[in-house]
């Protein structure tokens, strides 16, 4: 198929290397010259250019409004976008709206992946919007990354790839303060992530399953520890962290949450009603 990609940073030339790589026709811009180089695609000088080039036009820049000023003069007519941009919801419907408007067809995605993943099988791109697109592209996507298609409303993709990387720092989060613990007496931390902390962690993603069904249907009464013993529990990992003179700035606002749905009268609750607060 004739591809057209747009914006030729780190992500950007996996995207192109890896389409070239399955055989496919890649027309590939970039603001700056150069990037192109040793991917086996066709540069060209605009980005007029380069949507005229292909019937799929794919973006991936640093935001939304660099699409908008890319594509501002730019028809779309009988092309899809899709946008690989990193977004809200709400920015990818008005870009739905906008592309219409200038007679294409529209597709947001969210890559859960870093540059060296795509065209690997653990890679996962996100898709949202025009279902007729992306039944029309699927295929060749493939390529890339594995494909989760969420609904026709453009803004399902951003959703759940801003969703998925808020469990990604929440991780490297406890992580990153766990680590500061053990290195605050000069113990080995590659030694104790590698053999203590992993195993412990995946033990604890495998209750995840379960606050999620307690969360869908608002019960969270709880037979292991309840809100009342992780205030508790949390008032001496702080205290702890002061005395070992690490800061425990990204714990806090867990704390905080805590402290109030407690002062609220669930203490006897488990950990998923701590939703309620955030909603």
Known sequence: MRISILGLGLMGQALARTLVGAGHSVTVWNRTEGKADGLGATA??????????SPLVIVCVLDYAAVRELLGLVQLDDRVLLNLTNGRPAEARDMADWVA?????????????????IGTPGALILYSGSPAAFER?????SALAGSRYLGTDAGLAPLYDLAMLTGMYGQFAGFLEAAA??????????????????????????????????????????DVSNLEVNRVGMVNLVRAFEEQGVKPDLLLPMGDVLDRRVAAGHGAEG???LIEELR
């Open 44 to 53: 060209v000088a605009t980005a007029a250019e380069a949507v005229a080039a």
């Open 101 to 117: 408007a200038r007679g294409g067809d529209y597709l947001d995605g969210g890559i859960m992946a870093v540059p060296q993943m």
């Open 137 to 141: 592209y699927e295929e060749a996507l």
């Open 181 to 222: 613990l053990i290195a605050s007496e000069k113990r080995p931390v590659a030694e104790f992530t590698t053999e203590l902390l992993l195993p412990w962690m995946n033990a604890m993603a495998g209750r995840t399953p379960e606050l999620a069904a307690a969360i869908e249907a608002g019960e969270y009464a709880t």
């Open 271 to 273: 950990l998923a009603s």
